[in-house]
């Protein structure tokens, strides 16, 4: 039997054939219509390169749907310790009908304009409750500054939304030293942070954050949990105050 011409793309299928007879399997043709076949999808991908955008696109499209699901599942499995962890601090109402979580870090240029997102949400939404999740993964200035912050946070948590602010909203990159500075600024000495960081260097909170970021399959920051859905990347806060409005409206992120 003699075929015509045929590309189907779409799951990654070519069949064709040019005046063969096209075997049943790749592994029954013989070298010559490998030869063949192989000099075809080579000439037809040159000719057509825009069929390799979309099969990148699709693959693209599944490994976040694989990603968002396994995200989901560790959602469920880690109720408590995203929403309602002793280690993170809540902004916005504590009662709110609505929660974000937000994994930053002090470094983080995307979480440093993120933080005018949350501003925004907090100033025109009253029933949010927004919980900060401190994921310090950009070097050790980062860890440094985490725990100077956690110390902080137990010595002076009525101060920390301001704390917050002053470090994660500063020019300078984020250490122990800008950390203290920004502490000293708001009342809360040196000597104070560091008895606090000896006696309670919260470590347990950073290998928290972590383990919950591994689960969730989050690798940057700013990254953030709303109702049963894991939110990636700086979406802005036009996208998460939709997110929210979705979750009164249906209970889920997306209705």
């Known amino acids: ?14 069949a064709l054939a040019a005046g063969i ?7 029954a043709l013989d070298a010559k219509q490998k030869e063949e076949l192989g000099a075809f999808i080579k000439e037809y991908l040159l000719a057509n390169p825009e069929i390799m955008l979309e099969v990148q696109e699709a693959l693209t499209t599944k490994q976040r749907a694989q990603q ?6 560790a959602i469920a499995d880690n109720q408590s310790a995203i929403f309602n962890s002793a280690y ?10 609505v929660t974000i979580v937000e994994f930053f870090d002090y470094n983080c240029g995307y979480c440093k304009r993120a933080l005018s ?28 500054a985490h725990k100077v912050s956690a110390a902080f946070r137990a010595i002076a948590p009525e101060k920390y939304g301001d704390f917050h602010r002053g ?24 000597a104070q942070l560091r008895e606090k960081m000896e006696d309670d260097p919260h470590d347990a909170g950073v290998r928290e954050a972590y383990t919950l ?26 996208e998460l105050t939709k997110k929210v409005a979705n979750m009164r409206q249906c209970g889920k992120t997306a209705c």
Do not use: W
């Open 213 to 238: 970021a591994n689960d969730l399959g989050i690798t940057g920051t700013p990254s953030y949990v709303i109702g049963n859905e894991a939110v990636f990347g700086a979406v802005g806060s036009g």
């Open 167 to 190: 470090l994660l909203g500063g020019e300078e990159r984020a250490t122990e030293e800008t950390a203290i500075a920004v502490a000293a600024s708001l009342g809360v000495t040196e």
């Open 117 to 144: 997102d949350m501003d925004q949400i907090l100033a025109k939404d009253k029933n949010i409750r927004f919980v900060l999740k401190e994921f310090p993964i950009l070097g050790p200035d980062s860890l440094a």
């Open 1 to 14: 039997m003699i075929l015509k011409k045929k590309m189907i793309v779409g799951g990654t299928l070519i």
């Open 68 to 73: 968002q699901a396994a995200a989901t599942a």
């Open 88 to 97: 993170d601090f809540t902004l916005g109402n504590p009662e709110g009908d």
């Open 21 to 27: 007879a096209l075997p049943q399997s790749a592994a």
